[in-house]
T-cell receptor, first 116, second 108 residues
Framework: GAVVSQHPSRVICKSGTSVKIECRSL??????MFWYRQFPKQSLMLMAT?????????EQGVEKDKFLINHASLTLSTLTVTSAHPEDSSFYIC????????????FGQGTRLTVV | RKEVEQDPGPFNVPEGATVAFNCTYS??????FFWYRQDCRKEPKLLMS???SGNEDGRFTAQLNRASQYISLLIRDSKLSDSATYLC?????????FGKGTSLLVTP
């Protein structure tokens, strides 16, 4: 099946620094990728939809200047958490679908971010 | 109100038991439905899609009731390895809307 690779799997950073998370579709092209965040014992919450070659679409309540998304190619989307704070500590997961609506979404392995 | 609601559990069942999970969705425009399984600190993985006619995959049966906007998952003959969180998912387009997940613990 299609594979989505996410890197890094775990990162610890100091408050105020920025962290970049990469999401790659390894054997298919993804014009659209999704970024989710999951707090402990909570559901995955969609943060933004990453569109290749255009601006990302952010969900209500998600600060676009804090969570920078770049989708420069059909196989790579990046999420940069800028000026990270301890409350940004969470599990961030990307996903992509090989073809259209109703098909299986493949998830990256997730990135556990801890801001100290 | 969340778009997808499920009983968080936990459901503690003995090996071999049958267990059922339920889920409701609020967006009537939803057109695709799934059950995902998520193990602790791992990414979700597709368990099965859910079709209006109902579908079965081995010990797992999923059903969809569009009129009631209700989705279910039945697990028969539970195994220890079934212990995980089961996420109900509805989608009206590309993005997936996840329920909070139902935690299942199968005990010996």
């Amino acid at each position: 099946g299609a594979v989505v690779s996410q890197h890094p799997s775990r990162v610890i950073c100091k408050s105020g620094t920025s962290v970049k998370i990469e999401c790659r579709s390894l054997d298919f092209q993804a014009t659209t990728m999704f970024w989710y965040r999951q707090f402990p014992k909570q559901s995955l919450m969609l943060m933004a939809t990453s569109n290749e070659g255009s601006k990302a679409t952010y969900e209500q309540g998600v600060e676009k200047d804090k969570f920078l998304i770049n989708h420069a190619s059909l196989t790579l989307s990046t999420l940069t958490v800028t000026s990270a704070h301890p409350e940004d500590s969470s599990f961030y997961i990307c996903s992509a679908q090989d073809t259209g609506v109703g098909t299986e979404a493949f998830f990256g392995q997730g990135t556990r971010l801890t801001v100290v | 109100r969340k778009e997808v609601e499920q009983d968080p559990g936990p459901f503690n069942v003995p090996e071999g038991a049958t267990v059922a999970f339920n889920c409701t969705y609020s967006n009537s425009a939803s057109q695709s439905f799934f059950w995902y399984r998520q193990d602790c600190r791992k990414e979700p993985k597709l368990l099965m899609s859910v079709y209006s006619s109902g579908n079965e995959d081995g010990r797992f049966t999923a059903q969809l009731n569009r009129a009631s906007q209700y989705i279910s998952l039945l697990i028969r003959d539970s195994k220890l390895s079934d212990s995980a969180t089961y996420l109900c998912v509805a989608s009206s387009g590309y993005a997936l809307n996840f329920g909070k997940g139902t935690s299942l613990l199968v005990t010996p």
